[in-house]
């Protein structure tokens, strides 16, 4: 094709003035019939690279996308840039007869110039027959690192397009992917049979992100809050592992005020189209997702992307924060992590394959190491996807931001490579480390190496710098991971020239990991600090309200909700109701002398309440809760409503205490009087109505075995519904 001047259709089709990066080189050899392979971060303008030639060529170019989410806002885009619709189209199978042959129909008349199709629909034989009545101008493999075992987001359909396309007719193949390591980028150009395509490979540096991993705590939907808060009014995406974990958090979120929406792929086609319109219209702030949202969405002004889970993998991980500040514009990063999850990832490997556990389990440990380190996250993100990061400190990850000191390790660097070399580089990180421990594992023993002079060569230096001297000296190219091994390590040549001129004057630093402790909790269990002078004045408030009321103070409020408030400082009745033990009929009865109290005292000492007081949270398994004071109602006894809900009687007492105590009434005096006696009902009846707290501790001292824990139990739930609710 002669050389055409791109720059007008450029402007005329999407009215910029100038490209961005290689995209004009890459439009240039598409146009002149070549295979290419194209390798750009999230926000770089690939779906540029074969949208504007597939306008300039004669014919329909075929794009193989993943997800019909993505070709529906791909084909909206298309379609909104040219005057006539059908301009771009899909075929999916969430489509009807009658818009299927409208867009045969386009096609076959060449109104169409983009046709997307999922890798499912492009191998149905009947597509195949018709594609091969259409002119192809070429093929767009878009997300082609699912072509990949390897890959973050391997699909088996993917491994099948080359055969398709050889019976469809030979044209020129474009593959684009975000994210690949060179072991993907070699099996995609393997796959697709394009050996020769010339390789378009963009930086993976996006300056402007921000990069952070806290430790996952319970508080973390707190934090979540309290982070979403502080950016009000912006766009976001909060990543979940799980279907039900992206529901029940966008709940949360919704709870507390913040327009939120789940999105899955277990959800219908028609919710999530429209909540991904909703997103994109800015008429939601925050997605709830799992990875199947946000592949290829084109919305520029995403400013935060958080990770409830860690991913399985840097690809994945690396892919979803590309979400974040695609304009250039600011994009915080913040992933929570737990080692915990990283077990629940592997045992979720268990059913697999040995090959694919093993690729599992070497992703996820790059993931562990990029979470633990404190090495610079932008420095070991692009070493994972072989750039090298100029400078030690980006000023814009939290490890940068908050630097460690740096520790002097070049001794340990040396134990390390001497190991490496001794085990003849035939083993993984966590062997080697073993190994310069001097830890006689039953692998070591069963290799003879605890019996090399080398073996415990660095038994004396501090255990915790090992990991850290293999992640800096991977960094600094003295070693390397061989991935078709599953992660040996191998010493590089600057490795073996590192040891040969090592001397004593020889210097290498390291910093030591990140800590994260699954306990870890920010504050306490309550979600601050105590006042202990408004304690105890909402303490004896209780004694004269009880008083008052002529009952217990337990009665009234627990010790714990009154900590609680005396954390939180509640004002309102709404804001009382998110203290724990406290439902709303209990808020109505007891709380107002409370709030009174408690207002004042804000306002004469000048405490500024927690920003994040009206965190609320959504009553777990309240449908649950709901169906077990509907049998009641029906007066079912209680052992036939646990084992209908498959649950023990202690679990179904412990439910039933959480409905009393929150304030709910009910009516349990049918089940009690059937199986005990009017005496013992009397007995424990009269005890509670006299006793100063309602501790089951203190009952079962006072009776000595004369009742079991469940008739103790049945009668405090009876007593405090009925005087307290």
Not at 648 to 662: G, R, T
């Amino acid at each position: 094709m002669p050389k055409v001047n791109l720059l007008k259709p450029l402007k005329q089709y999407f009215g910029f003035d100038s490209f961005k990066g290689r995209q004009e080189e890459i439009i240039r050899h598409l146009l002149d019939g070549k295979d290419c392979f194209v390798l750009m971060p999230t926000g770089g303008g690939k779906s540029l690279c074969y949208q504007l030639p597939s306008l300039i060529m004669e014919g329909t170019a075929i794009v193989v996308s993943p997800l019909i989410a993505l070709m529906k806002n791909q084909v909206d885009v298309i379609n909104g840039i040219s005057e006539h619709d059908g301009i771009a189209h899909c075929l999916n199978s969430s489509m009807n007869k009658a818009a299927i042959d409208q867009v045969k129909e386009d096609v076959r008349n060449g109104i169409t110039k983009l046709l997307y199709l999922a890798p499912e629909s492009l191998q149905k034989e009947e597509n195949i027959m018709f594609l091969k009545e259409v002119k192809v101008s070429f093929y767009a493999v878009d997300e082609a690192h699912c072509i990949s075992e390897w890959g973050h987001d391997f699909r088996p359909e993917y491994r099948r397009i080359r055969p398709v396309v050889n019976a469809i007719g030979r044209a020129p193949i474009i593959a684009l992917t975000a994210t690949a390591t060179e072991k993907v980028r070699a099996d995609i150009k393997k796959n697709l049979d394009i050996p020769k395509a010339k390789d378009f490979m963009s930086s993976f540096n996006r300056p402007s992100l921000y990069y952070e991993v806290r430790a996952k705590t319970p508080d973390i939907d707190k934090q979540i809050i309290k982070f979403i808060r502080q950016h009000q009014g912006k766009s976001g995406i909060v990543y979940c592992l799980s279907r039900k974990k992206a529901e029940d958090l966008a709940e949360v979120l919704k709870t507390n005020d913040i327009k939120a929406a789940a999105y899955h792929a277990g959800l219908d086609t028609a919710v999530r189209n429209e909540t991904q319109d909703d997103f994109l219209m800015e008429r939601i702030d925050v997605i709830c997702a799992t990875i199947a949202f946000g592949m290829g969405i084109d919305k520029p002004d995403v400013r935060f992307v958080i990770h409830y889970d860690i991913p399985k993998s840097l690809e994945g991980y690396y892919q979803e924060t590309g979400r974040a500040g695609r304009d250039g514009g600011e994009g915080l990063c913040i992933a929570f992590y737990s080692y915990k999850d990283l077990l629940k990832l592997g045992k979720f490997m268990e059913s697999k394959t040995v090959a694919e556990q093993e690729i599992g389990k070497h992703l996820l440990q790059e993931t562990a190491a990029y979470a633990e380190s404190s090495i610079c996250r932008r420095k070991m993100l692009l070493k994972y996807f072989g750039e090298d990061y100029p400078y030690d400190n980006c000023g814009n990850c939290d490890n940068c931001t908050h630097p460690k000191v740096k520790i002097e390790a070049a001794e340990g660097l040396k134990a390390v490579l001497t190991s490496i070399l001794a085990v003849k580089q035939n083993f993984k990180t966590a062997y080697v480390v073993d190994f310069v421990k001097g830890r006689a594992t039953d692998d070591i023993v069963s290799h003879k190496h605890n019996e090399h002079a080398e073996f415990g060569c660095g038994e004396d230096m501090n255990e915790k710098l090992w990991n850290p001297i293999i992640r800096e000296a991977m960094v600094e190219g003295y070693i390397k991971k061989e991935v078709e091994s599953y992660g040996n390590l191998k010493v590089t040549a600057a490795g073996k020239r590192w040891l040969k001129e090592y001397n004593k004057d020889t210097k290498f630093y390291v910093t030591e990991d990140n800590t994260f402790s699954d306990d870890e909790v920010e504050g306490n269990a309550t979600g601050g600090a105590l006042d202990e002078e408004l304690f105890h004045i909402l303490k004896n408030l209780r004694r004269d309200v009880a008083r008052e009321k002529n009952v217990q103070p337990y009665i009234v409020f627990m010790e714990a909700s009154l900590e609680q408030m005396a954390t939180m400082y509640p004002t309102t009745i709404e804001e009382l109701q998110t203290i724990q033990g406290v439902g709303q009929g209990k808020a109505r009865r007891f709380g107002k002398p409370f709030l009174e109290v408690i207002k004042k005292y804000c306002e004469e000492n000048e405490i500024v309440r927690p920003e994040d007081i009206r965190v609320k949270t959504v009553a777990k398994n309240s449908m649950g809760k709901l169906k077990i004071v509907q049998c009641i109602d029906r007066k079912i006894p209680l052992d036939d409503i646990a084992r209908s809900m498959s649950l023990k009687m202690p679990e179904l007492l412990d439910e039933l205490e959480a409905i009393v105590y929150s304030g709910t009434k009910v009516d349990l005096s049918y089940y009690i009087e059937d199986v005990m006696d009017d005496e013992q009902i009397d007995d424990i009846y009269g005890y509670f109505a006299e006793a100063e707290t309602d501790s089951l501790k203190n009952a079962y001292e006072e009776f000595n075995g004369a009742y079991t824990d469940e008739e103790i139990r049945l009668i405090r739930l009876m007593y405090i519904s009925e005087n307290a609710n």
